[in-house]
């Protein structure tokens, strides 16, 4: 891998005209080369283009991190890179990406000057930079304090959490009706939505306090909980996943019924409330990120043959539709599919789904590869 300077880059116009559906080329650091077809819409790298960004994705079945962006000359690049059962991924600021893994958490700063390039393709390089060891917490959703502090959603001991110097983890707040921190995932709290810097609400599969309760509360049992009110806001949901606060609105994926939404928060003397679909995926959803009036929702087919249990299932039925594994690139204001993302083979599950603006054609470093060895990088001396 070759770090080269050059001219910043021009501001190159797209293609005018959509191209049709095409494969995709994987090059992959780090990790094995799983058993996978990638296709893309044809507008999927000319819209990135002229959102001047690019996609982040993560797979914890196949232990990889992409990295969707486009070259120069217009043609789609997919990055992969091996990483520890990648979960919850965020922006902290341009630059900088957190990512929840098995038994760590960690910051991943971009090492290139605008004007450098590896390999004269990829115009931004995530490096691990700090890899906290947390132990294998199940962590899910993670997110950015305004202070520099990481949050995390403790998915194993039912709380959101701090990382910490000293111990696995800080605990710094726990659903009302969770009795105790505990070594046991009881409510499947998964999904965490910041707001100016801090936490505001999460997602959970149910209100269970017994080990494994909220496995037989799949189909309805979901809710949203107001952090800083310790209140449940929205309840009856389906396996809701990847809260996130957007244009004053708060967005849900209802993951078992298949549906991106938002939730009409309780006001005056209304004490619940409301889920309001906008637009229906055929897959499992998790994964959720914004841009330019677009919604990035992340699909995953099912464990088994069937999302049994589930709504979603007679959806599919409904819809004479197969489930799949990839993104759509919803429109918010019409609730359609504008294009799309798919893998096809061994990889069915996505879990986080993040925009990463600024850079059009990033990568990123496995902590485990030579790559994370011998790319050296350093500050002029100052003086």
Same mark, same amino acid.
């Given at each position: ?7 910043? #880059? ?26 996978? &077809?990638?296709?893309?819409?044809? $507008?999927?790298?000319?819209? !990135? ?5 690019? !996609? ?11 990295? !969707?962006? $486009? ?16 979960? $919850? ?22 090492? !290139? ?19 906290? /060891? ?25 709380? @959101? ?45 149910? =209100? ?13 049992? $979901? ?11 929205? &309840? ?30 309780? =006001? ?17 959803? #998790?994964? @959720? ?15 088994? =043959? ?22 759509? @690139? ?7 599919? /504008? ?45």
């Amino acid at each position: 891998m070759q770090s080269t300077k050059a001219k910043p #880059r021009p501001q190159t116009a797209p293609p005018k005209a959509a191209a049709p559906a095409q494969r995709v080329t994987a090059s992959q650091a780090g990790a094995r080369e799983p058993k996978a &077809e990638y296709s893309l819409s044809g $507008g999927m790298i000319r819209r !990135l283009h002229e959102m001047n960004a690019s !996609l982040a994705f993560t797979s914890y079945q196949s232990g990889l991190l992409y990295m !969707l962006g $486009g070259s120069a000359q217009g043609k789609a690049q997919l990055h992969q890179s091996g990483m520890p059962k990648p979960m $919850g991924l965020c922006a902290d600021g341009e630059g900088r990406l957190v990512l929840s893994t098995g038994a760590q958490i960690m910051r991943l700063e971009n090492v !290139l000057e605008p004007d450098q390039r590896i390999n004269q393709t990829y115009d931004a390089c995530f490096m691990p930079r700090t890899n906290i /060891v947390t132990g294998q917490l199940d962590a899910h959703d993670v997110g950015a304090m305004a202070d520099g502090s990481i949050v995390f959603v403790n998915t194993r001991y039912n709380c @959101l959490a701090k990382t910490s110097d000293r111990h696995s983890f800080e605990p710094i707040w726990k659903p009302d009706f969770i009795s105790d921190i505990v070594d046991e995932d009881r409510c499947h709290l998964n999904g965490l939505a910041m707001r100016d810097g801090k936490p505001a609400f999460v997602t959970a599969v149910s =209100k269970s306090d017994t080990i494994d309760g909220w496995r037989d509360r799949r189909s309805d049992g $979901g809710v949203v909980i107001d952090v800083e009110k310790n209140k449940v806001v929205c &309840e009856g949901l389906s396996m809701p996943h990847s809260p996130r606060w957007h244009d004053g609105k708060l967005w849900v994926l209802n993951a078992g019924t298949g549906e991106l939404g938002t939730v009409e928060l309780p =006001k005056g003397k209304t004490k619940m409330g409301k889920f309001k679909p906008v637009a229906f995926c055929p897959g499992f959803l #998790r994964g @959720l990120s914004f841009h330019d009036g677009f919604a990035f929702v992340g699909l995953s087919r099912p464990r088994y =043959k069937r999302f049994e249990g589930l709504e979603l299932d007679q959806r599919l039925k409904d819809t004479d539709s197969e489930p799949w594994c990839g993104v759509q @690139l919803i429109d918010l204001k019409t609730g359609a599919c /504008v294009d799309w993302f798919r893998i096809d083979g061994d990889i069915g599950e996505l879990y986080d789904v993040e925009i990463v603006e600024g850079f059009r054609c990033p990568m990123t470093v496995s902590p485990s590869s030579p790559d994370a060895a011998t790319l050296i990088t350093f500050d002029a001396m100052s003086g």
